[in-house]
């Protein structure tokens, strides 16, 4: 099993910016989507980014930036110009032939 363990959340001015880190305990083959989720309370899980194996990427959010370091096994959610509303826990999720793996999630909260 592998295990998946984020970084980087905190609290943040509206308008600032934060870079989320996912550390993987391993390297994962086979992989189809490197991905990032949030949930807000009461809210439903939503994805806000994904990176593909031919290195597309795609983001719900314009100010959201996806990116991985494959020597280090570590994806990356860089955000910018935070607003009140991207308040969520953010979770990292890989989708890959041997499984789908989630982290435990990192708390971003933003003050108006």
């Known amino acids: 099993q592998v295990q998946l363990v984020e970084s980087g959340g905190g609290l943040v001015q509206a308008g600032g910016s934060l870079r989320l880190s996912c550390t993987a305990s391993?390297?994962?083959?086979?992989?189809?989507?490197m991905t990032w989720y949030r949930q807000a309370p009461g809210q439903q899980r939503e994805l806000v980014a994904q990176?593909?194996?031919?290195g597309g990427t795609d983001s719900v959010e314009g100010r959201f930036t996806i990116s991985r370091n494959n020597v280090g096994n570590t994806l990356y959610l860089q955000m910018i110009d935070l607003q009140p509303e991207d308040t969520a826990v953010y979770r990292c999720?890989?989708?890959?032939?041997?499984?789908?793996?989630w982290g435990p999630g990192t708390q971003v909260t933003v003050a108006s």
């Open positions: 999720a890989v989708f890959a032939s041997g499984g789908t793996y």
């Open positions: 391993r390297k994962i083959f086979e992989w189809y989507a």
């Open positions: 990176l593909r194996p031919n």
